[in-house]
């Protein structure tokens, strides 16, 4: 079993930065992919973004490609979601998801993701 707790979240300005953190406990951390993932009102939930078990590499989505930034740190069992240069269309609850089994380096599809967090709130106004 994994427990993951999201941090972070609030209400910023377009163009502003936040960073959302999220701890995990419960297995051996440094053996899971992590991600991120969001979910506006009234859509699917989408892929944001990955990380390896050893930070080597990570993947994002079109739409946050060059302006959020995933990175772990195994030594205190966290990941983190840097996002800067903030739009209104990233408002959503924001969730952070733990992959066990990955065959592969990363995993960007939800179903591939054994584990999730609460969500935080991420509001950025116009």
């Known amino acids: 079993q994994v427990q993951l707790v999201e941090s972070g979240g609030g209400l910023v300005q377009a163009g502003g930065s936040l960073r959302l953190s999220c701890a995990a406990s419960g297995r051996t951390f440094s053996s899971l992919i992590m991600g991120w993932f969001r979910q506006a009102p009234g859509k699917e939930r989408e892929f944001v973004a990955t990380i390896s078990w050893d930070g080597r590499s990570t993947y994002y989505s079109d739409s946050v490609k060059g302006r959020f930034t995933i990175s772990r740190d195994n030594a205190k069992n966290t990941v983190s979601l840097q996002m800067d240069s903030l739009k209104p269309e990233d408002t959503a609850v924001y969730y952070c998801?733990?992959?066990?089994?990955?065959?592969?380096?990363?995993?960007?599809?939800?179903?591939?993701?054994?584990?999730w967090g609460q969500g935080t709130q991420v509001t950025v106004s116009s």
């Open positions: 998801a733990a992959d066990q089994d990955g065959v592969a380096a990363i995993a960007t599809s939800q179903h591939q993701y054994e584990y």
